[in-house]
């Protein structure tokens, strides 16, 4: 299950008829249920819940909120994975900082600025930049700092590189070494949370 909770875009292109806001009566009520989970949009294997529409009330979500939902996700899916955005100020994000099991940031060379100072929040809830994971998006953009320095810098790992191709603007294609490589990174994913296990390949474990 995928959750929209970056308060501040909804993720999505479209006005969907099932959004984060749309359901937030329930989440305020404590009033979800089963069926609830089960009119999110169906995608590829998976449920999505866009984010919020309603950017007035972007500042007005409680952490009991977000932490009701979250609870309540788990109990209906294998695996919740959350875009809690990159605002500091939003409810989401605090408690994603806290209550995640795997914490990914998505960046760019470029935005070493805009690491510093969530790192450096992040911090004050007791997380290091190592507790991070970077997935590194429009990667072979030509920037003074690469990848791998980015992540050196502020001692974190890269779990993914996604590649720009420059005539495909923001929708770059995903090629079969991506793809595949995205597999092995979730598989890994799912063992490391037990709920895949270890395939041998040629007499070694991964």
């Given amino acids: 299950m995928l ?60 952490e009991d909120e977000i932490q009701y939902l979250l609870a309540a996700a788990g109990e209906n899916a294998d ?7 990159s605002i500091p100020e939003s409810a989401a994000w605090y408690v994603g ?20 100072p969530l ?23 030509e920037e003074i700092l690469s990848p791998k320095n980015l992540a050196l810098r502020f001692g974190s790992e890269i779990l993914l590189e996604i590649p720009y191709y420059p005539p495909f603007q923001d929708s770059p294609p995903m090629g079969k070494k991506e793809l595949q490589l995205v597999d092995e990174k979730v598989h890994s994913l799912l063992v490391a949370l037990g709920l895949e296990v270890e395939a041998r390949k040629k007499g070694i474990f991964q």
């Fill in 3 to 62: 959750l929209g909770l970056d308060l501040y875009d909804p993720g999505h292109d479209r006005k969907a008829t099932i959004s984060l806001d749309r359901i937030r009566p329930r989440l305020t009520g404590k009033m979800l249920r089963d069926e609830d989970f089960e009119g999110f949009i169906n995608q590829d294997g998976y449920f999505y819940l866009p984010g919020n529409y309603d950017y007035l009330s972007a500042q007005d979500y409680q």
């Fill in 79 to 85: 695996v919740v994975i959350a875009d809690f955005g």
């Fill in 97 to 116: 900082m806290q209550q995640s099991t795997l914490r990914m940031m998505v960046t760019h060379p470029k935005h070493q600025y805009r690491l510093e």
């Fill in 119 to 141: 790192l450096e929040l992040a911090d004050q809830l007791d997380l290091k930049a190592h507790d991070f994971n970077f997935v590194i998006n429009r990667s072979n953009v």
